[in-house]
């Protein structure tokens, strides 16, 4: 196990519940076509960004923040957006994970180029647009690469390039959360360069935690799709924290515990996780239940 490997015990069966109202399946395909349309323009848009990346002209970062929220908006969600805007130059920016929904709404902020698994670069569609629009692939499952992938995060910070990373490394519920995983701080202290933490939530307009959105564990992308297209009411909620400014802390582990905007989730939920239960207890008034075991250490 490594920084870049970390393991959530979130499972669509034991964490992700059914919207408590759904939108008719015309209505959801309709959502879906939308997201389609918008998707299939940016694949034939894409081709100019990349020649025009070469030079100084570009597509503007406007046009990609517009983008971004029309796909959210075209699958049913609503985003909010707040606090203040993003400094310009090389960036670190860091959000907890939750669903595919966190990359545009990322954009959203600020058009990044994403750090993703390599595994991506092989998804039908999604793979050749993600490297078109830059994404720097890690190989997460062979530690002799962490150095060199730190190397070429810092390289693409130091251009001036916004990145965005998730470094919980992997999806959790929303109701739970993991720490901040040390190893993308590194680029940012080498880089020497702000880092920029975006706290993710999501909730149904009527109250209660948006789980619909998660997409976790064993989870599909056309299951997860669809189940977002069929719910009624979610809200995207993206809390722009103010940015760490670089030379305030010496190194990652101070640099990644200032950034996490949400306190990692107790040993004991990650228990419940684990066990199956569907509704997590409240730090304050639960019991610990369950152990260590099953727990990995990363970062």
């Known amino acids: 196990m490594n920084g870049w490997l970390p393991s959530a015990p979130c499972t669509p069966a034991a964490c992700v519940e059914p919207a408590p109202a759904a939108v008719a399946v015309p209505r959801a395909v309709l959502r879906l076509a939308a997201v389609a349309a918008l998707v299939l323009t940016a694949i034939v848009l894409s081709p100019l960004g990349r020649a025009s990346s070469r030079s100084r002209a570009r597509i503007p970062d406007a046009w990609v923040r517009r983008w971004c929220r029309a796909v959210v908006r075209a699958i049913g969600v609503r985003p909010r957006i707040t606090g203040a805007g993003p400094p310009a130059g090389g960036l670190l920016l860091v959000a907890n994970h939750v669903s595919w929904l966190d990359i545009p709404l990322l954009a959203a902020v600020r058009p990044a180029r994403m750090l993703g698994k390599t595994e991506i670069r092989r ?55 993991g720490r901040f995983h040390r190893a993308v701080f590194q680029a940012a202290l080498d880089a020497g360069v702000p880092v920029q933490p975006v706290r993710l939530r999501y909730r149904l307009a009527g109250g209660g935690t948006g789980t619909p959105a998660a997409f976790v564990g064993e989870d599909t992308l056309l299951a ?16 722009v924290h103010p940015a760490i400014a670089p030379g305030t802390h010496a190194d990652r582990r101070g640099l990644a515990a200032a950034a996490q905007p949400i306190a990692p989730a107790p040993l004991w939920t990650h228990a419940a996780l684990v066990a199956g239960h569907r509704t997590l207890p409240h730090p304050l008034t639960a019991t610990r239940t369950g152990d260590r075991r099953g727990m990995t250490r990363a970062g």
């Open 123 to 177: 998804w039908p569609v999604a793979g050749p647009l993600a490297a078109r629009a830059g994404t720097l692939f890690i190989e997460r499952d062979r530690l002799r690469a962490l150095p060199g992938t730190v190397s070429v995060i810092a390289d693409a910070l130091r251009t001036g390039s916004a990145v965005a990373a998730f470094p919980e490394g992997s999806t959790w519920c929303g109701r739970a959360h």
């Open 224 to 239: 997860s799709l669809w189940r977002v297209a069929r719910t009624r009411g979610l809200v995207a909620e993206v809390e």
